[in-house]
């Protein structure tokens, strides 16, 4: 369960199933149990994927030393998320959304 209580200009995280996008809250719903995120431009900072032969095409070793920088993107995708029962906010695709911006892209898949 979340103690998570998101208020507008927060930053927060919609996890896919190996990628996170990072966003920003833009609205909550009076109730406090809707909110609209918009995705940020998340800018990676001088990191290279270090490739190995392995799997399909080969593995990223240091997937987990990705850092970004985030900025706001008044043209970014904007996601509406819900708190459900388990105390979690989920978007209308049954993402989960996490607080903090922690972009990532999994570069083995």
């Known amino acids: 369960m979340s103690d ?9 995280t919609v996890c896919h199933y190996s990628d ?6 833009i609205k909550v719903s009076a109730s406090g149990k809707t909110i609209h ?4 431009v998340a800018t990676l900072d001088e990191w290279k994927p270090e490739i190995v032969p392995g799997g399909f095409a080969g ?8 850092r970004y920088a985030y900025r706001p993107n008044p043209e970014g995708c ?3 998320a819900s708190l459900r029962k388990d ?3 989920r978007t209308t695709n049954n993402e989960r959304v996490i607080p903090g911006r ?3 892209h999994d570069y083995n898949f």
């Open 4 to 12: 998570w209580t998101p208020k507008v200009g927060d930053g927060a």
């Open 20 to 25: 996170r996008t990072a966003c920003t809250v």
């Open 37 to 40: 995120l918009r995705e940020d």
């Open 59 to 66: 593995h990223c070793v240091n997937n987990a030393s990705q």
């Open 78 to 80: 904007v996601h509406r």
């Open 87 to 89: 105390g979690r906010f």
């Open 102 to 104: 922690h972009h990532f």
